[in-house]
């Protein structure tokens, strides 16, 4: 069964922190790699954090020392903690699960399964 289910999203002031959560199946909880990914209107969808199945982690630079993924294995979840939020941080964020080895970690073409997404809003 594949199952992403992102939860978490929401409005806070420039500075602030969220947390997402993505809910997977064991399925897709057992990928090669799981992602975060988020996308702005207008713009593509861009990578900003990686955790594959040996625990190695990329981050995006635009969010490298803001944001930190793991994955909680009690849950079957993937994390995203972010701080010190920026308003340019705003976007549709989405949980995605790839069965590729070698891949480009944060293109989103690489990946087989999406959430629905989880809306962040950061307001200056």
């Known amino acids: 069964e594949v199952q992403l289910v992102e939860s978490g999203g929401g409005s806070v002031q420039a500075g602030g922190s969220l947390r997402l959560s993505c809910a997977a199946s064991?399925?897709?909880?057992?990928?090669?790699?799981m992602a975060w990914f988020r996308q702005a209107p207008g713009k593509e969808r861009e990578g900003v954090a990686a955790?594959?199945?040996?625990?190695?982690?990329t981050y995006a630079d635009s969010v490298l020392g803001r944001f930190t993924i793991f994955k909680d294995s009690g849950k079957n979840a993937l994390v995203l903690q972010m701080n010190s939020l920026k308003p340019g941080d705003t976007a549709m964020y989405y949980c995605?699960?790839?069965?590729?080895?070698?891949?480009?970690?944060?293109?989103?073409?690489?990946?087989?399964?999406w959430g629905q997404g989880t809306q962040v809003t950061v307001s200056s």
């Open positions: 995605a699960a790839a069965y590729k080895f070698r891949l480009s970690v944060l293109q989103h073409y690489e990946y087989n399964y």
């Open positions: 064991e399925y897709t909880y057992s990928s090669n790699c």
């Open positions: 955790i594959d199945y040996d625990g190695r982690i």
